[in-house]
């Protein structure tokens, strides 16, 4: 599995697996299996999935040693704030049966999170944390929290898909030393991504899928993809695009279906805001 360095050394697999809306743990648990076994070794949760349990069971019953498995889990909302954080960082290790976690990410541009970020240095410097990140944060935010913070977060996971394709903001992390890592790759099949003609024809002339190209185009331009299924073929097709290379052409007609606009959330917008800090969950 191809890796990304991380602005602290650490390594990162460039390929991963998410677990967002899986909430039968059952089905949870045989997906992580499924995707160990198929040989993804980047696994991501947040404890408002309410998953952290399962992921944590699939780790444990693979067999695969712990050290070999990138654990990416991330703080809510409504646990923002420097004891709080800590708190929700202690329940993720119970429920992950872990006692560190490869990458911290703060879920959301809301809430205490410089309380949250000063829990999450310490935490990184008592070894617990590998690596520190937030996600869905904005440029302008991300640029305030390097300014006014000790540690530049590692990551940044944010919208990011053929739709969406964050060229500017990439050049921008990148330029600051922060990795990018995209979710919902398949923009969650909105807007007939997975029908797309351009992607198919793209697909067509390797013998790929639509997802593939996809994943294949996000993870050659150096963004780490997390793509989600609960279906086995799936999950190894997802796996399966380190074996073709999308040409400089192939890469420039993708471009040319960016819309620029979020399917999901604008984090500027004050309603969004409302609707996250809705969401609540008992930890
Ligand atoms: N930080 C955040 O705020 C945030 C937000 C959203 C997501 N995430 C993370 O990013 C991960 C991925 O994003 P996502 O789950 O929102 O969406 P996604 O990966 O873009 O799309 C998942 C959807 O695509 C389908 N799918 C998967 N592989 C496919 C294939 N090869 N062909 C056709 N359909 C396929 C899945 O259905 P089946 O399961 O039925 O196959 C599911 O409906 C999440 O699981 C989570 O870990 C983070």
Known sequence: ????KLNNGV????LGFGVF??????ECK????TALETGYRLLDTAAVYENETAVGEAVKESGIP??????????WVQDTGYEKTKESFIHSLRKLGTDYIDLFLIHMPYGDVY??????EDLYKEGKIRAIGVSNFYNDRVIDFILHNEIIPAVNQIETHPFLQNEE???FLENNGIQIESWGPFAEGKNGIFRNEILKAIGKKYGKSVAQVILRWLTQRGVVAIPKSVRKERIVENFNIFDFHLTDEDMQIIRSIDMNQTFFNDYNDPEAAIRMDAIRFIP
């Open 1 to 4: 599995m191809e890796k990304v």
């Open 11 to 14: 390594e990162m697999p460039l």
């Open 21 to 26: 809306q899986v909430s039968d743990l059952k």
């Open 30 to 33: 045989e997906s992580v299996l």
């Open 66 to 75: 712990r050290e070999e498995i990138f654990i990416t889990t991330k703080v």
């Open 115 to 120: 309380g949250s970020w000063r829990a999450m």
């Open 169 to 171: 903001t990439h050049k």
